[in-house]
C-alpha cells in the first residue's frame, strides 16, 4: 500500500500564494507519477496538474503560468507551488499517486482564496 500525507494549504488573498506538498510512504516502487487533483463545492474532482518520474509536467489550462509542480524522488514528495491565486481556485486539495494497481488518494488538504 501507499500512504499519501499532504500539508500546505489555508487562507489567502486573491492575488497571493500557497505550497502545498504530499509525503509518498510505503509501497512507492509502484509509483509512475503524482499529481494533485482539485475539488470545488459542488463541482467534479479535476487534475490540476501532474508529474512523471521523469520530471515530464501536465498542468491544466486553467492553472498554467500560475502553478509548478515538482518532485523529489529521494523523498518521495512532490509539491505544487501556486501563485496568483484567484477565488476559482478555492476547492480541497487532493495528491493522487498514479500507477499502482490501486489508486491512491491524500486526505485532503482545503485551499480558500478570498477575494
Known amino acids: 500500500q501507499v500512504q499519501l500525507v499532504e500539508s500546505g494549504g489555508g487562507l489567502v488573498q486573491a492575488g497571493g500564494s500557497l505550497g502545498l506538498s504530499c509525503a509518498a510512504s510505503?509501497?512507492?516502487?509502484?509509483?509512475?507519477?503524482m499529481g494533485w487533483y482539485r475539488q470545488a463545492p459542488g463541482k467534479e474532482r479535476e487534475l490540476v496538474a501532474a508529474?512523471?518520474?521523469?520530471?515530464?509536467?501536465y498542468y491544466a489550462d486553467s492553472v498554467k503560468g500560475r502553478f509548478t509542480i515538482s518532485r523529489d524522488n529521494g523523498k518521495n514528495t512532490v509539491y505544487l507551488q501556486m501563485n496568483s491565486l484567484n477565488s476559482k481556485d478555492t476547492a480541497v486539495y487532493y495528491c493522487?499517486?498514479?500507477?499502482?494497481?490501486?489508486?491512491?488518494w491524500g486526505q485532503g488538504t482545503q485551499v480558500t482564496v478570498s477575494s
Open positions: 493522487n499517486a498514479m500507477g499502482c494497481p490501486t489508486a491512491y
Open positions: 510505503g509501497y512507492t516502487i509502484c509509483i509512475s507519477a
Open positions: 508529474i512523471t518520474s521523469g520530471n515530464i509536467a
